[in-house]
């Protein structure tokens, strides 16, 4: 079918706004009319060449909206269905078979395009543009999903921002919610306070952590943080050491630190300020990837303390998804309060927007026409 999309013909390139024809949805495709799609920092790692995907593509990865058609052999969802559209695995791996879908065997060539050969849609001015990015590639009116990452939701959520629910939201909530899963009255520290870090954050209101403490370099992102349930902010804008800073708030330090910040420096300083057992949750994606993190040997040996690395969340997105909307129904996880909206045409605005620090978490807007 002919539809619109933001098209990426070349890396580093701006996104340009083409018309495109989808094929039709095969046998456990659902074909979905985007209502609003979240911009994350892979996609944009991926339009800049970063992440091996083939151009000319088509990519987008927080999709939401409504299913259009389905495949003959989908079951999950029938065309009218509100949903979400998650990250892609195959179901069948041992890590999927118990329950941990984001660490699927066949987790990057089924979401990172790394394959020159996969699915395409043709570009009305001329040759094509591949398809498939995290099994949707989203930044388009209409999206061609699987079953398996189709995530139906409730008729009334509100679909126009649930998008980054799909990966970002989720991200930073599930690891604290669904890997740290701290007790009530624990602490914990995030560094960084973008989208996932703030995400973390709400997830650590939502388990009932007593000390939450939100580490940032700009002021008007830690008073945010401390709007949405952070009990103290550290300021690094004036070369404050992390740790030293977690220990005067903490003496034992902290139960939990999450670091969504991806600085070396600032990490190596925070566990510093880590609690005897405590655990260090790396989530944001190094500078390079061939960067090494130097931590404390014998420090964290004698300590007993533990670093773990959680992908989207450790999220089964059937069950997870659901659940921040209930929660967020609830006025206990308003993680709309961290993002701003764009008409789908202004994606570019939007890229330059979070370039420069004016917003947290960008959704286009995608109006009928």
Not at 188 to 204: D, E, F, Q, S
Not at 321 to 334: S, Y
Request: glycine content about 10%; aromatic content about 4%.
């Amino acid at each position: 079918m002919k539809t619109t999309a933001a098209v990426s013909r070349a890396p580093r390139e701006p996104f340009t706004i083409e018309e495109v024809d989808l094929p039709d949805p095969g046998p456990d495709q659902v074909l979905v009319r985007i209502v609003g799609v979240g911009l994350c920092h892979t996609d944009l790692a991926s339009r800049d060449g970063l992440l091996t995907a083939p151009f000319p593509a088509i990519f987008g990865h927080e999709g939401s909206g409504v299913v259009e058609a389905v495949g003959a052999g989908v079951t999950k969802v029938a065309p009218g269905d509100a949903v979400v559209l998650a990250p892609m695995s195959d179901g069948t791996c041992p890590e999927c078979q118990t329950g941990q879908p984001m660490y699927c065997d066949q987790f990057t060539p089924l979401n990172f395009q790394t394959d020159s050969d996969n699915a395409v849609a043709a570009l009305t001015s001329g040759g094509h543009a591949h398809i498939e990015f995290f099994g949707q590639s989203s930044f388009a009116r209409h999206a061609l999903a699987h079953e398996r990452n189709t995530i139906k939701v409730r008729a009334d959520a509100p679909l126009e921002i649930l998008g980054p629910l799909g990966c970002g939201i989720q991200t930073g909530a599930g690891t604290v919610m669904n890997g740290l899963k701290p007790e009530a009255g624990s602490s914990i520290v995030i560094l960084g306070t973008g989208a996932v870090g703030l995400a973390a954050l709400l997830g650590a209101v939502v388990c009932g952590c007593a000390t939450v403490i939100a580490v940032d370099r700009i002021a008007a992102k830690l008073e945010l943080a401390k709007s949405l349930g952070a009990t103290h902010g550290i300021d690094t804008s004036d070369g404050t050491d992390v740790g030293e800073a977690i220990r005067r708030v903490l003496p034992r330090g902290a139960d939990f630190i999450v670091d969504s910040a991806g600085v070396p420096a600032l990490i190596a300083q925070a566990v510093n300020g880590m609690s005897q057992r405590g655990t260090l949750a790396l989530v944001a994606v190094p500078p390079a990837a061939d960067r090494k993190l130097e931590l404390p040997w014998l420090q964290m040996l004698l300590a007993g303390q533990k670093v773990q690395g959680f992908i989207e969340g450790d999220s089964v997105p059937d069950i997870f998804i659901p659940r921040m909307i209930e929660l967020n129904r609830q006025g206990r996880f308003p993680f709309e309060r961290l993002i701003s909206t764009y008409p789908f045409e202004r994606i570019n605005d939007a890229v330059t927007d979070l370039h420069d620090g004016k917003i947290i978490k960008a959704v286009m807007q995608v109006a009928d026409q």
